[in-house]
Nanobody
């Protein structure tokens, strides 16, 4: 059983930056594709970004492309989401998730593939 823990959320002004991190204290993430999803108040959870198990390939939602960067460091057993040029509409609870069965070194974006989830980290973009 893999337990994921997110950190790095908080309050940031529009146009600012924030970095979310995700790690596991109960297992290695080296063979897992990792993803970030978010859920804003009153809305359904949506895909944000995913990175392949090797860290060499990434996939982004159109709404964050060019502003967010996902990365994975297998030596540190972490996945990160660097968020820049933040907008009020980026306000949400962000969830880290792990996909243990990705058949190729390419990240999938559908939430049903992600078996393990973190508890969520709140990001608020407001002046």
């Amino acid at each position: 059983q893999v337990q994921l823990v997110e950190s790095g959320g908080g309050l940031v002004q529009p146009g600012g930056s924030l970095r979310l991190s995700c790690t596991s204290s109960t297992g290695t993430l080296g063979s897992y594709s990792m993803g970030w999803f978010r859920q804003a108040p009153g809305k359904e959870r949506e895909f944000v970004a995913a990175v392949s198990w090797s860290g060499n390939h990434a996939n982004y939602a159109d709404s964050v492309k060019g502003r967010f960067t996902i990365s994975k460091d297998n030596t540190l057993n972490t996945a990160s989401l660097q968020m820049s040029s933040l907008k009020p509409e980026d306000t949400a609870v962000y969830y880290c998730a792990a996909d243990p069965t990705s058949p190729e070194d390419w990240p999938r974006s559908y939430s049903q593939y992600f078996e393990y989830w973190g508890q969520g980290s709140l990001v608020t973009v407001s002046s």
